[in-house]
């Protein structure tokens, strides 16, 4: 069955970087497009940035700059790299495949 799995979110002091992971299994994941989301409590659910199976990367405007998608194929992993972090991205950060796929079960980012 298909599973993703994140981890690398924990609490942090403006300024610093966090590298998330995401572990994908059940699915072929080189021939999917992966994204990362991320959601503050009452806010709605916003994508962060966009890598596709060509290695194109998309980021949301709140990431430019600071935050950089990647993927290895090899083993399945999709990561998400946050430097500079701010208070305003303190959410849960989730990796999903393609634009309405499977979903992980998030991981938190807290920055103070």
């Known amino acids: 069955h298909v599973q993703l799995v994140e981890s690398g979110g924990r609490s942090v002091q403006a300024g610093e970087f966090l590298t998330l992971e995401c572990i994908g299994s059940?699915?072929?994941?080189?021939?999917?497009?992966m994204h990362w989301y991320r959601q503050a409590p009452g806010n709605e659910c916003e994508l962060v940035a966009s890598?596709?199976?060509?290695?194109?990367?998309l980021y949301a405007d709140s990431a430019k700059g600071r935050f950089t998608i990647s993927r290895d194929n090899a083993y399945n992993t999709l990561y998400l790299q946050m430097n500079t972090l701010k208070t305003e991205d303190t959410a849960t950060y989730y990796c999903?495949?393609?634009?309405?796929?499977?979903r992980g079960q998030g991981t938190q980012v807290t920055v103070s």
């Open positions: 890598i596709e199976i060509d290695g194109a990367t």
């Open positions: 059940g699915f072929p994941f080189d021939e999917r497009d």
């Open positions: 999903q495949i393609g634009e309405n796929g499977s």
